[in-house]
């Protein structure tokens, strides 16, 4: 599976759209792109996943670019409850389950 | 409700003990998956199962070791050769979602155990 980087912090003011990227170059053609946040302490949560059209549903919204080589995750209107950390992850499938990894995710700080 | 429960929420146990984390799913997922997650780093994977009766090593597996007897379940075992056994473990599921409309599909998490070894 592919690798992803993403920077490994950012911040945000409250009420403004978050957006964090992710960079997947080596994707292949039947990897999907998968979000993921971790809240302190907690379990990650699923959040939105893409294959190569844009997605969008009551989180976030997710932008692939053309070439599938990077994506964006936003979060449209942050609140001090979106601080998290982040993971973009890519994989093929269920097949492959053990061939994904999370790395160390961007942590995204909303402010006040 | 439907979801992945891990129990308990803390553990402490003495070096040289072996401990069994438990993790218990109702979604009817396929796919079950053991992770390790240290302060400030990301996750890494220890094992996984994606059917009863059959479960491979992820990038950690040394000093653990791991059951799938029942769909449903999915206990790790932290054996004494685990050099650095105290850590965050997460347990997650997910369902075969190809069998039947071909997309991806997501990981559900539970909320972890935290596990203290002195």
């Known amino acids: 599976d592919a690798k992803t980087t993403q920077p490994p912090s950012m911040d945000c003011a409250e009420g403004r759209a978050a957006n964090l990227p992710c960079n997947h170059s080596?994707?292949?053609?039947?990897?999907?792109v998968y979000w993921y946040r971790q809240i302190h302490s907690q379990g990650p949560q699923y959040i939105i996943h893409?294959?190569?059209n844009n997605e969008t549903n009551e989180m976030a919204s997710l932008i692939i670019t053309e070439d599938r080589k990077s994506s964006t995750l936003i979060l449209p209107h942050a609140t001090l409850r979106d601080t998290a950390v982040y993971y973009c992850?890519?994989?093929?499938?269920?097949?492959?389950?053990?061939?994904?990894?999370f790395g160390d995710g961007t942590t995204l700080t909303v402010k006040p | 409700d439907g979801g992945i429960t891990q129990s308990p929420k803390y553990l402490f146990r003495k070096e040289g003990q072996n401990v069994t984390l438990s993790c218990e799913q109702n979604?009817?997922?396929?796919?079950m998956y053991w992770y390790r997650q240290d302060p400030g780093q990301g996750l890494r994977l220890i094992y996984y199962?994606?059917?009863?009766?059959?479960?491979q090593k992820g990038d950690i597996a040394e000093g653990y070791s791991v059951s799938r007897e029942k769909k449903e379940s999915f206990p790790l075992t932290v054996t004494s050769a685990q050099k650095n056994p105290t850590a965050f473990y997460l347990c997650?599921?997910?369902?075969?979602?190809?069998?039947?409309?071909?997309?991806?599909?997501?990981?559900?998490f539970g909320p972890g155990t935290r596990l203290t070894v002195t």
């Open positions: 997650a599921s997910s369902a075969d979602r190809e069998k039947t409309s071909g997309r991806g599909y997501e990981q559900y």
């Open positions: 080596t994707i292949s053609g039947n990897e999907y």
């Open positions: 893409g294959l190569k």
């Open positions: 992850i890519v994989r093929v499938g269920f097949y492959n389950a053990g061939k994904s990894t």
């Open positions: 979604l009817n997922h396929d796919a």
């Open positions: 199962s994606q059917i009863v009766n059959d479960f």
